[in-house]
Every structure is written in structure tokens, then in C-alpha cells.
């Protein structure tokens, strides 16, 4: 298998492109739902659910690239070195847009406007992030307590993906680690128990989004592994099979409340695993066709967009809200459309400095030569 490069421009591309319908969907529910009727029909709701499945077959895919290269550089697989650098691609910028959600909290609560007024469904509960369910989650490696905190709901989707990065990493542990065999039965009963924590064996007929979280992200790890043994040509027939039962499927409840079927209805969980099958073969295409293969190398912050873009959203509405909760309900749909442009201006911005390599390579170091620096001086006493 020929060595790829971890950053994929059109993957980036695509990254960003779904992270703003993301965007765009909660500034809709944010901004215009509490005003509007019937709003669970929406389509920009539906497109949003799709774009974090096919975020899960992004990780998938590109959570295989990256095992493979680290496979190639070290000749074996290192648990504890995998784990870490994710743990500093991610937890970085989660924890900096956690202070950054407890000091828009503080602004509120000063004001007094902790709580928007109206009926907006949201927002029925203070503006205030609860650390005590945030740490134990990422002690327990993201099996307990909420990554959420309560208050920043799109980090649902996250915790799943921390922990299929968990289970990854102790699944090739067990596979392809040269420790002795003790030490691999070790990992096999680790991921045992990390599995049994997960409850992802409940036997339960009904399909929830983990689950189906979970297959969408498996099947992005199967494209990633049988992407050279199928022609370009197979790969668009199997797209475009995808995609007429897609329209098929979602033609046969077209009239009804799609967003509340999305967890209950057995076609429209059909149709997300099969949406996610059309965005497995779009993923290995991007990567595959040349015209798409050579195009710009490029840098986004999709994840900080992600992660940041709720909090900021909930807060600019609770304020707006107090200041004059006609001028919303009058001008919801500039709003949303202003909100959007200007959420992810600012999360790129923050991006920029919270996902740059170099910035945290700096810090880390500057943090650990003081941590000795305290030490010596504390001996020298």
C-alpha cells in the first residue's frame, strides 16, 4: 500500500464545507426556530445530521491513514504514543474553548441575562457550563460523565469519536503490537472492559446514534482499506447506487416529521447507513481522482469551528434576546445568515492559534522546561 500524506486537501475541504452546514443549522434552530412553526421539517436540520455522519466516515477513514503511517514509521504499533498525539490535537483546543464558554458565562451572569427570555427551547436553563460532568468523562476516557457540560450539545458527536479513537488504538494494540503475548491478552481484556463500559452489546433491535455513529465510522475504515483494490469506476456505480436509494427512501416519508423519525423510524435509520455508504465512496474519490488529488495544499479549522461555533451562537442570541427579542423575531433570517458569516470568522481566527502545530509545539515545551525549571529551583533551596 503506497504512503499517504495525513493532510488531504480536498478531505480539508470537504471538512469545512460540512462543519458549515453544521454552522448554518444551528444558527437556523438558534436564531429562527423559536419563530417559526413546524420547524422539525426542516432540511437544513436533516443536512446537518448527514454532514456529522459523514464526519464519523471522515474519521474512520482518516483515523486509518494515520494508524498506517504510524505503523510505517515505527515498524510496530505504539499505543501510548498514538493516544497522545491525538490527545494534543484535541484536547487543546477543547479545553481553551471550555474557558472560553465559562468567560461568556461570567459576561452573562454579570448582566444578569443568564437565562434568554421567552420560550426558546434551549435555552430554558441558565447559560453555564458544568465543569463537574466535564472532567470525569475525560478521565474515564470519555465513558462517563458529559463532554457537553450541559450547555455545548453538538460535543455528542466528539465523545463518540474519542472513544472509537480509543478503541482503535487498543484493537491494533492487540493486532499488531510485538509485546509479549501477556502483555497483548492484557489489551484484549482492556478493550473488553472499554467495550462492556461503551454498552455497545445491549442487543437491543433499535439502531441509536451511537450505533449508527459507530457503523458509519467503520465503514470509513473500510474505504480506506479497499480503496486500491476498486477502479474509480466502481467506486461512482457504488455512489450512485447509494444515492438512488437515498431519494428512494427519503421520498417514502417526504410528508412526514423527518428530524423526530431520524432515531425510530427503520427507513430513515436505513436511510443514514446508506448515506453514509455514498459518503464513504465520495471520501475514497476526493482522495483518488487526480484533478481533486492535486489541488491546494490547504490548512482548515473545521474542528475549532466545531466545537466553539454553539456556545457563541447560545451566547450572541441570550444577549441579543434581552437587548430586543422583536428585532430577532423581525430579522431571524438576516440573523442567521449574519450569524454564520461571523461564527466562523472568529472560529478560524481562534483556529489559527489553537490548531496551529508550531503554537502548541511552543507551549508545551515553555510548560514542561518550567515544570523543571520549579523543579531546580525547588531542590536548590
Known amino acids: 500500500m503506497p504512503r499517504y500524506n495525513h493532510k488531504i486537501a480536498s478531505l480539508e ?26 420547524n422539525k421539517t426542516s432540511f437544513l436540520g436533516l443536512a446537518a445530521r448527514l454532514a456529522v455522519i459523514w464526519f464519523f466516515c471522515l474519521s474512520g477513514y482518516l483515523i486509518s491513514l494515520n494508524i498506517h503511517n504510524h505503523i510505517r514509521q515505527n515498524t510496530f504499533f505504539k499505543p501510548s504514543q498514538f493516544l497522545l498525539s491525538r490527545a494534543f490535537r484535541i484536547l487543546p483546543p477543547l479545553i481553551c474553548v471550555f474557558i472560553l464558554t465559562m468567560i461568556l458565562s461570567f459576561i452573562l451572569q454579570a448582566l444578569g441575562w443568564e437565562v434568554a427570555p421567552g ?72 478493550l473488553s472492559l472499554y467495550v ?49 436509494v437515498m431519494l428512494l427512501l427519503f421520498n417514502i416519508n417526504s410528508e412526514e416529521d423527518v ?25 475514497v474519490l476526493l482522495v483518488r481522482v487526480p484533478r481533486l488529488k492535486s489541488l491546494k495544499p490547504y490548512v482548515g479549522y473545521s474542528y475549532t469551528v466545531y466545537i466553539f461555533h454553539f456556545p457563541f451562537l447560545l451566547f450572541c442570541y441570550n444577549l441579543l434576546s434581552h437587548l430586543s427579542l422583536p428585532f430577532i423575531k423581525d430579522n431571524a433570517l438576516g440573523l442567521v445568515v449574519i450569524m454564520c458569516f461571523l461564527t466562523v470568522y472568529i472560529s478560524k481566527k481562534l483556529g489559527s492559534y489553537l490548531e496551529n502545530a508550531k503554537i502548541q509545539e511552543n507551549y508545551c515545551k515553555n510548560f514542561i522546561s518550567g515544570i523543571y525549571r520549579q523543579k531546580v529551583m525547588d531542590y536548590s533551596y
Not at 27 to 38: G, K, L, N, R, T
Not at 208 to 224: R, T
Not at 225 to 239: D, M, V
Open 196 to 244: 462492556y463500559a461503551l454498552e455497545l452489546f445491549d442487543f437491543s433491535p433499535i439502531l441509536n446514534i451511537q450505533k449508527i455513529s459507530f457503523g458509519c465510522f467503520l465503514l470509513g475504515v473500510s474505504g480506506f482499506f479497499i480503496q486500491n483494490k476498486l477502479s474509480e469506476k466502481s467506486i461512482g456505480l457504488l455512489a450512485a447506487a447509494s444515492l438512488g
Open 259 to 283: 428530524l423526530s423519525m431520524l432515531d425510530s423510524s427503520l427507513a430513515l435509520v436505513v436511510f443514514q447507513l446508506v448515506a453514509s455508504l455514498l459518503f464513504m465512496a465520495v471520501t
Open 13 to 38: 475541504y470537504l471538512r469545512d464545507f460540512l462543519a458549515m452546514i453544521v454552522v448554518a443549522a444551528h444558527s437556523w434552530q438558534i436564531f429562527s426556530v423559536p419563530f417559526v412553526v413546524d
Open 119 to 190: 420560550e426558546h427551547r434551549l435555552l430554558q436553563k441558565e447559560f453555564s457550563l458544568d465543569i463537574d460532568k466535564i472532567y470525569p468523562n475525560i478521565i474515564s476516557l470519555f465513558t462517563q460523565g458529559d463532554l457537553t457540560g450541559g450547555l455545548i450539545v453538538p460535543l455528542w458527536s466528539l465523545t463518540y469519536e474519542l472513544q472509537l479513537y480509543v478503541l482503535a488504538a487498543l484493537l491494533v494494540f492487540c493486532l499488531r503490537s510485538i509485546q509479549p503475548p501477556i502483555i497483548r491478552t492484557l489489551g484484549l481484556l482492556l
